[in-house]
């Protein structure tokens, strides 16, 4: 069940941050560790419910839209 909320906690946050978040910023704002929120980042994206952008050797990752969706890839 933790993994549902988790996986809504990461979506809302993504929503209200619309400007892409690195995988330790998903990690300090849920106050768990990078290598879970590592994990759930990458479900979220192999599931289609998120994109992810690289950058350097950052990934930000998005709320899924269509405008987005277009911009990136």
Not at 10 to 38: Q, W
Not at 46 to 67: D, F, P, S, T
Request: charged letters at 35%; proline letters at 0%; hydrophobic letters at 40%.
């Amino acid at each position: 069940m933790r993994e549902n909320n988790t996986k809504k906690e990461i979506f809302e946050l993504l929503a209200e941050k619309n400007y892409g978040l690195t995988i330790e910023e998903v990690a300090n704002a849920l106050k768990t560790s990078r290598s879970t929120a590592s994990k759930y980042l990458a479900i979220m994206e192999a599931e289609g419910k998120i994109l992810v952008r690289e950058v350097g050797k950052a990934k930000l990752h998005y709320q899924k839209n269509r405008i987005l969706e277009a911009l990136i890839r």
